[in-house]
């Protein structure tokens, strides 16, 4: 089976760096996404890993070993807005994997 | 153009009465799934559905729970015989899943609650 774990919260201040962790244990999956989930919204898409290393998309940044099986989320200058649910997810290739699992979640609180 | 719809957006029932949840995906959009989230809870996975394909049923919780796709398009879940314990949000997503493409984009959710 596929199974994602992750921090289940972290807190932060305003303006610093906080990183989130996934660690998985799943056969081979095409990548590791993140989606961001304010509450009572629907997850959104933040990003995807399909190789290994990082991945920079504007504060947000986020990194893949597939040989440590682990990876992460990276969110600079951290704001206000930026509280939320973090969830990362696979996909793995074909057959019963091929559905989009998520991890367990990170409520992210950022204080002022 | 239009993101993916459900609806009913909330839903009060009865304990022991069925109740369907609908989920209209983005047009062109080959795969359709559906999660349960339970407050303050995870993404719990129960049916995917990808083009012409059997649907992997593997997380639908009990045989009360049924799942169906008409003309590669909307989508239905059906719960029936609800039980307090199916109480949660119920989430459907679409998109390509085509290889490496695993964005997924997600309607707001339906809140069923069984009182």
């Known amino acids: 089976g596929q199974s994602l774990e992750q921090p289940s919260e972290v807190t932060a201040v305003e303006g610093a760096i906080v990183q989130i962790n996934c660690t998985y244990q799943?056969?081979?999956?095409?990548?590791l996404s993140w989606y961001q989930q304010h509450d009572g919204g629907a997850p959104t898409f933040l990003s995807y890993?399909?190789?290994?290393g990082l991945e920079e998309t504007g504060r947000f940044s986020s990194f893949l070993s597939r040989s440590d099986s682990y990876g992460y989320l990276l969110l600079q200058e951290l704001q206000m807005k930026d509280s939320a649910s973090y969830f990362c997810?696979?996909?793995?290739?074909?057959?019963?994997?091929?559905?989009?699992?998520f991890g367990t979640g990170t409520l992210l609180a950022v204080q002022p | 153009g239009a993101g993916v719809s459900q609806s009913p957006s909330n839903k009060v029932t009865e304990k022991g009465k069925d109740v369907e949840l609908r989920c209209d995906p983005i047009?062109?959009?080959?795969?359709l799934y559906w999660y349960r989230q339970s407050l303050g809870q995870g993404l719990e996975f129960l049916i995917y559905?990808?083009?012409?394909?059997?649907?992997?049923k593997s997380g639908l919780p009990s045989d009360r729970f049924s799942a169906e796709r008409t003309g590669g398009s909307v989508s239905t879940l059906t719960i029936q015989r609800t039980q307090q314990e199916d109480s949660a949000v119920y989430l459907c997503?679409?998109?390509?899943?085509?290889?490496?493409?695993?964005?997924?984009?997600f309607g707001q959710g339906t809140r069923l609650t069984v009182v």
């Open positions: 890993n399909g190789l290994d």
């Open positions: 799943t056969s081979g999956f095409y990548g």
């Open positions: 997503a679409s998109g390509y899943a085509v290889g490496g493409q695993t964005e997924a984009f």
């Open positions: 047009s062109g959009h080959t795969a």
């Open positions: 997810a696979v996909r793995g290739y074909g057959g019963a994997t091929n559905k989009l699992i």
């Open positions: 559905f990808q083009g012409n394909s059997a649907p992997d």
